[in-house]
C-alpha cells in the first residue's frame, strides 16, 4: 500500500463518494467528492497529510454550507416535477361527459386521460376547460 501515492487514495475515495452520488441523487455525496478532490489534489502538490484532510473538510463544508442551500431551493421549484406530479395544476379539455365515476376522457398534455369530478355531482361536458387537482392511479381528478 506504500507504492501509492495519496493522491491516488483520494481519487479513489472521490470516486467512491461518486457512486451513491449516482444511485441515491443525493448532492451531499457530490460535494465530498468534490472535497477529495481537493485532498487529492493537494496530495499532488506535495501537501502533508493533515493539509490533504483540512482541505477536504474546508472544501466539503463549503460547498454543504453554500451550494447545498442552493441546490435543495432550485430542486423544488414547479416548473422542473415531473411524472404524474407534473400533470397536477395543469389545464385540460374534456371530450367524453366527465362526473363523479372514472367513465369520463379528458385531453391533457396531448395524451388521453379518465378523468372524474373531485366534487361528487359536479358534470363536465365535452369542450370544457377542466383543471386536473390529482392523479389517483390512471384517472385524473379535475374541477
Known amino acids: 500500500m506504500g507504492d501509492v501515492d495519496a493522491w491516488v487514495w483520494w481519487l479513489i475515495a472521490a470516486v467512491g ?3 451513491p452520488l449516482v444511485i441515491t441523487a443525493m448532492p451531499e455525496f457530490g460535494m465530498f467528492a468534490v472535497g477529495a478532490v481537493a485532498g487529492s489534489v493537494t496530495a499532488a502538490m506535495g501537501g502533508g497529510i493533515v493539509a490533504q484532510v483540512i482541505v ?3 472544501v466539503s463544508v ?3 454550507v453554500f451550494v447545498r442551500p442552493i441546490a435543495y ?3 423544488q421549484r414547479p416548473e422542473q ?3 404524474v406530479d407534473a400533470l397536477k395544476g395543469k389545464q385540460a379539455v374534456v371530450l367524453e361527459r366527465v362526473d363523479g365515476g372514472a367513465n369520463g376522457r379528458i385531453k391533457l398534455g396531448g395524451e388521453v386521460w379518465s378523468a ?3 366534487e361528487h355531482g359536479r358534470v363536465y361536458d365535452p369542450g370544457q376547460q377542466v383543471d386536473v387537482v390529482e392523479i389517483d392511479g390512471a384517472t385524473a ?3
Request: glycine share 10%; aromatic share 4%.
Open 56 to 58: 477536504f473538510v474546508v
Open 62 to 64: 463549503a460547498l454543504l
Open 116 to 118: 372524474r369530478a373531485l
Open 141 to 143: 381528478v379535475v374541477i
Open 73 to 75: 431551493r432550485n430542486r
Open 81 to 83: 416535477r415531473s411524472g
Open 17 to 19: 463518494l461518486g457512486i
